[in-house]
């Protein structure tokens, strides 16, 4: 399993933005990555996902045109940039990775798909 280490998760103001990265401790350049988000009482919802070839293969409605998932492979590293953030954005966001060595298909939408979880990093939305 990678391990993933998660940052940028801070304080920010209703329609801010953050740059959220995802450290991975070895070669990430078969593994689809994907950002999850649980709030308090509420289920783990799936933000994005995006496989190493760097094509989005799912966005999930809460984020869809706020949020942009991207991954560096030469820095083993990936990105959430959110913008326009709203209280109801507020959750722990982990980064989770998929290896996928040939390409082959996988639900992104299930936790289940996912070998390696980091611990997460909190945002906060408030004025």
């Known amino acids: 399993q990678v391990q993933l280490v998660e940052s940028g998760g801070e304080l920010v103001q209703p329609g801010g933005s953050l740059r959220l990265s995802c450290a991975a401790s070895e070669r990430i350049s078969e593994h689809a990555l ?3 988000r649980q709030a308090l009482g509420k289920e783990r919802e799936c933000v994005a996902v995006i ?4 094509s989005i293969t799912d966005d999930a409605d809460p984020a869809k045109g706020r949020f942009t998932i991207s991954r560096d492979n030469a820095k083993n590293t990936g990105f959430l940039q959110m913008d326009s953030l709203k209280p109801d ?3 722990g966001y982990s980064c ?9 298909g996988f639900n992104g939408a299930d936790s289940q798909t996912y070998e390696s979880w980091g611990r997460g990093t909190q945002v906060i939305v408030s004025s």
């Open 34 to 36: 994907a950002r999850w």
């Open 51 to 54: 496989n190493w070839w760097g």
């Open 89 to 91: 954005d507020a959750a």
């Open 96 to 104: 989770t990775a998929h290896r996928t060595p040939f390409g082959e």
